[in-house]
C-alpha cells in the first residue's frame, strides 16, 4: 500500500465535496481518483481538490487498482450497487447513510465484504464527532448512571418539490432514509435494539414518508422517543436521561458544537467544541481500522447498520412504504 490510503469517490453531490476536504486535510489519506456519470462534472470535482483522475463512470473508478478504498456518496437507491461493484473489485468501502434501502440489501453488502476480508462500514459520523465521544466519556464515567430516556429530533424543512430526490421514491425519498436514520442511530447507539416499535407517519403526494415519529420500547423500561420531518423544522436536539445525571446536545444531533451534563445539586457542565470539518473523525476511523488490520469500526459495526436497516423496515411495513426498486 502507498504511503497514504488512496480514495476514490463515487458521485460529486454535496456530501461527496465534504468528505473530499475531509480526506485531503487528513494526515493519512489524500484522494486520487472520483468517478461521475458525466465527464464535465468529474472534471470539475477533480479540478476543485486536485484529483489527479476523473471518470465518467463508477465502474472504472472502481477498476482503478490505486484505489485503496471508495467512498460511495450516491442516493440510498444506488448504494447497494455501488458497494457490491467496489467489494467485487476488492476495494474497502465508506458507504454514506442510510447503508441502504432495505436489510436484504444491506445483508448481502455485509456478507461480501465478511467474505471476501474487506473494510466495510457506514458513513455514520455523528457515532465518531467530539459530542458523542465526551457524552460517552461521562456515560463511563458513571456521571449519567444508567440511561433510562433518550429524546431525540431531526426535522429539517425541506420545500415541496417532487423533482428532488428528498420526495422522490426512485430514489429512497423520504424523511426515513435521510433524517429518521439519525435519531433511530442515536437511540440504537445508547440503548442497542428496540423490544417494541411503535410508529406513525404522513405519507405526502409522492407516497413518501414526510413526517414521522416513533418510540422504542425495551423490556428494561427503557423508551427512546424519537421525530424526524420534511415538513417542519424542528429542535434537531437530543436528551440522554440517566438515573444519575442528564447530557443535552445542542442542534443539530449529528454535528453538535455543544454538549451539556447537568446533575442534581451540581452546576451544569458545558463542553463546547471548535468549528471544523466533522466528517474527519469519521475518515481517521477508517484509516485507523485499516492501519489496525480491522475490516469493521467497533465504534459503528456492521452489525449495527443491518440492525437499524430491520428497524426502518419494520417502520416502513406499519406505514405501508415500499420503495419501487424492491
Known amino acids: 500500500m502507498a504511503d497514504k490510503f488512496r ?10 465535496h465534504a468528505l473530499a476536504d475531509a480526506i ?11 468517478g461521475s456519470r458525466a465527464q464535465t462534472t468529474a472534471d470539475a470535482f477533480a479540478a476543485k481538490y486536485n484529483i489527479p483522475r476523473a471518470y465518467d ?20 437507491s444506488h448504494h447497494y450497487d455501488n458497494v457490491l461493484m467496489a467489494l467485487n473489485e476488492n476495494k474497502h468501502v465508506l458507504n454514506e447513510k442510510a447503508f441502504t434501502i432495505n436489510a436484504r440489501q444491506a445483508e448481502e453488502c455485509i456478507d461480501l465484504a465478511r467474505e471476501r476480508g474487506l473494510f466495510l462500514m457506514e458513513a455514520m459520523w455523528m457515532r465518531f464527532n467530539p459530542h458523542f465521544v465526551q457524552a460517552r466519556q461521562w456515560l463511563e464515567a458513571g456521571l449519567i448512571g444508567d440511561i433510562q430516556q433518550v429524546f431525540a429530533d431531526l426535522s429539517v424543512h425541506f420545500p415541496f418539490d417532487p423533482t428532488n430526490r428528498f420526495y422522490n421514491p426512485e430514489l429512497g425519498g423520504g424523511a426515513l432514509l435521510d433524517l429518521g436514520i439519525y435519531p433511530i442511530s442515536f437511540a440504537h447507539a445508547w440503548l442497542g435494539v428496540p423490544d417494541d416499535v411503535y410508529s406513525v407517519a404522513f405519507l405526502g403526494e409522492t407516497g413518501v414518508d414526510e413526517h414521522a415519529a416513533a418510540l422504542f420500547a425495551y423490556e428494561s423500561g427503557k423508551t427512546a422517543q424519537l421525530s424526524f420531518s420534511m415538513r417542519v423544522r424542528g429542535t434537531c436536539e437530543a436528551v440522554l ?6 447530557v443535552r446536545f445542542a442542534a443539530p444531533i449529528h454535528s453538535s458544537r455543544r454538549v451539556t451534563l447537568s446533575r442534581k445539586g451540581e452546576d451544569d457542565v458545558v463542553v463546547t467544541f471548535p468549528e471544523g470539518n466533522f466528517y474527519l473523525y ?13 475490516t469493521e469500526s467497533p465504534i459503528m459495526p456492521l452489525d449495527d447498520s443491518l440492525a437499524l436497516m430491520r428497524i426502518m423496515d419494520a417502520m416502513r411495513e406499519e406505514w405501508g412504504v415500499e420503495y419501487p426498486m424492491e
Not at 7 to 16: C, D, E, L, Q, V
Not at 57 to 76: G, K, M, R
Open 57 to 76: 463512470s463508477y465502474e472504472a473508478l472502481c477498476a482503478d487498482p490505486e484505489v485503496d478504498i471508495v467512498y460511495v456518496a450516491t442516493p440510498h
Open 7 to 16: 480514495w476514490g469517490i463515487i458521485s460529486t453531490g454535496k456530501i461527496a
Open 24 to 34: 485531503q486535510s487528513s494526515a493519512d489519506g489524500e484522494v486520487v481518483a472520483v
Open 282 to 294: 469519521e475518515v481517521e476511523e477508517v484509516h485507523r481500522c485499516l492501519k489496525a488490520g480491522l
Open 241 to 246: 436521561v440517566g438515573d444519575k445525571g442528564v
